[in-house]
């Protein structure tokens, strides 16, 4: 039969080796012989000599592997702490970024408000200066009004002493 038995749990008593899976080795009694002596019978000293040459080989790719692998570990770390690094310049960037994109807002604000202070002064002065010209105008008016009257008055007493001296 392929697989395990369904009935096997419910019939302990069925059990038989076909049922278990091929495990793909047997053992010989020449190799346990071998074995216990240390040396196999097809061995000779020029494959022990290449065995050693390649566990040689073996040995200085693993060790190569090893400090490849310790470099890689400390570049690794390196570049952790670079990223850490880098990290944080973006942060502080980020933030002086922000405080500088507010005050520029602020200023921005400050800005519109003391253009809307210049116009008001602006216009205040406008003001001043009409009304100035206008003080001047009267005063101008007045002084001349002044100074027309004046002229009558002298007029008029010169020809009272014209009058009288003629009289």
Same mark, same amino acid.
């Given at each position: 039969?392929?697989?395990?038995?369904?009935?096997?749990?419910? !019939?302990?008593?069925?059990?038989?080796?076909?049922?278990?899976?091929?495990?793909?080795?047997?053992?010989?009694?020449?190799?346990?012989?071998?074995?216990?002596?240390?040396?196999?019978?097809?061995?000779?000293?020029?494959?022990?000599?290449?065995?050693?040459?390649?566990?040689?080989?073996?040995?200085?790719?693993?060790?190569?592997?090893?400090?490849?692998?310790?470099?890689?570990?400390? +570049?690794?770390?390196?570049?952790?702490?670079?990223?850490?690094?880098?990290?944080?310049?973006?942060? +502080?960037?980020?933030?002086? +970024?922000?405080?500088?994109?507010?005050?520029?807002?602020?200023?921005?604000?400050?800005?519109?408000?003391?253009?809307? !202070?210049?116009?008001?002064?602006?216009?205040?002065?406008?003001?001043?200066?009409?009304?100035?010209?206008?003080?001047? +105008?009267?005063?101008?008016?007045?002084?001349?009004?002044?100074? !027309?009257?004046?002229?009558?008055? !002298?007029?008029?007493?010169?020809?009272?002493?014209?009058?009288?001296?003629?009289?």
């Amino acid at each position: 039969s392929s697989g395990i038995n369904a009935e096997w749990p419910l !019939r302990p008593g069925t059990f038989a080796g076909h049922d278990m899976p091929f495990c793909g080795f047997s053992f010989s009694k020449n190799l346990v012989d071998a074995a216990k002596v240390g040396v196999s019978s097809s061995m000779d000293s020029g494959s022990t000599q290449q065995l050693e040459s390649q566990l040689k080989q073996k040995t200085r790719e693993l060790k190569e592997s090893q400090e490849r692998i310790h470099s890689l570990n400390k +570049e690794n770390a390196d570049n952790k702490q670079t990223l850490q690094e880098l990290k944080t310049k973006l942060f +502080e960037q980020t933030q002086t +970024e922000e405080e500088i994109t507010k005050e520029n807002e602020d200023l921005q604000q400050d800005k519109v408000l003391l253009q809307a !202070r210049i116009n008001n002064l602006q216009r205040k002065l406008d003001q001043a200066n009409t009304d100035l010209q206008k003080a001047e +105008e009267q005063t101008e008016k007045k002084l001349t009004d002044m100074f !027309r009257m004046k002229s009558e008055k !002298r007029k008029k007493y010169r020809l009272r002493l014209c009058v009288d001296t003629t009289a």
